[in-house]
């Protein structure tokens, strides 16, 4: 048994899909979330500021002694994951080697889309590690750089003409090659889950990163018998870097439930 | 005759607007823009944090002398502007003045619709300095917070579905009231000119705050005879705070012209 709290950081609130992932999948479980509203985003800056802010996030989990940390930022993921697991003593998981870990394990006909911000797809990041697990699978990645605005602006209803029409267009080349699998590869895409699957026609298996790094940890949590004591009714703080006020709304719809628990904002620079 | 370049600054590329009405009025200036792409966006960041951006983005600029400078930010024209005039000792010329100031002297029926950033309509400015020229002025302020990621994803075309779908429902209720003037309250918007003049079927004004900013500034020259020899052909100068590649690619939009003159990454922190 481990009574410590497992924390959990991105750029922004789109870890919160994660974190409802977490909740759902370990209930007993204390909740640390970081979400570095003071600086997002991350996906423009260089990788020297990247690597930089990550290291403060993870400073300032670690007040909390997380026993785990989950990194559901994808740009910290991809820049800065191998950095910090040399730097800090203890386990870390991050969205992108998830998701595409689990996006080479699940595709039948060998073809995955990608879709990411256009710095994720730029990176490549996701088609080295899919290829890395199962080489001959064919990989189509789309930038979707639409998406997060769609979805932090409240539209994510399938019925939206506008957000219908703006993931068909994403979807349509991922749907002419055939893909079985698709990764929704950045943490606000899950809230348009809806939406693409009704674009894959319902055909495909959709990968979501924060819930893929999120079973990981209840796997892993479960073989190290880590996990805090049954009877404990698992709590959830969260904390900002920039103003708090508004937190709860944002919050929500990536949660899908109100929020509870503490909500402060913190100066981590 | 004042030899003098003009300074142009915004948060990022959107104020090359103001720069495109510049070199259109004034052929024979010199122009130097900085874009603090860098550190982009400011609408979110605390009053304080958009001040000291602001200095230093004036102290950039004051490297070149300018004989004026022009302020394409909404966000610093809105928050720091006054403290600005306090501090430089040189005349600055505000896009949200200009285009309040544009707006209640042109409608005609007394209604005036302003579209803005969420930041920008929560501010209330627009309001304050409309009602301020032209107190019986009735107004209707729209938040239309999807037209800067649609603008930077060049969905622009007033044909496209998505666009003229969003640009439809922001205007709705501006043109409910029975508006004849509409505020692009944003140096983005300006791109929708054609979309945003077909969704009120071609029946009102459109004030573009850039367009206004550099009227006032070529009336404000060629009434002090403080203009550039008139067979001088004006340059531009164009500076940013991140990677200077890609540049080119996304001024253009703004610009409607080929980059021509230096681009260079600066830092100013």
Partial sequence: MDRRPIGVFDSGLGGLTAVKELRRLLPHEDIVYFGDTGRVP????????IVR????DMDFLLRFDPKRVLIACGTVSTVALKVLRREYDLPLEGVVEAAAAAAAARTRRGV???MGTAATIRSGEYERLIRAAAP???IVSVACPLLVPLVENGRTDPEDLVVSTVVGEYLAEIRAAG????VMGCTHYPLLERAIDAGMDGGAVLI???REAAERIARALERDGAGNAPDHAGTSAYYVSDAAEGFAAAA???L??????????????
Same sequence: chains 1, 2.
């Fill in 42 to 49: 991350y996906g423009t800056r260089s990788d020297g500021t």
């Fill in 112 to 114: 995955v889309g990608v």
């Fill in 256 to 269: 899908c439930e109100p929020v509870s628990g503490v909500v402060e904002k913190v100066d981590v620079e």
């Fill in 179 to 182: 893909a079985d699998t698709v």
């Fill in 53 to 56: 802010y990550a290291r403060s």
């Fill in 252 to 254: 929500e719809r990536f």
């Fill in 136 to 138: 001959s699978v064919k």
């Fill in 208 to 210: 979501s990163p924060g």
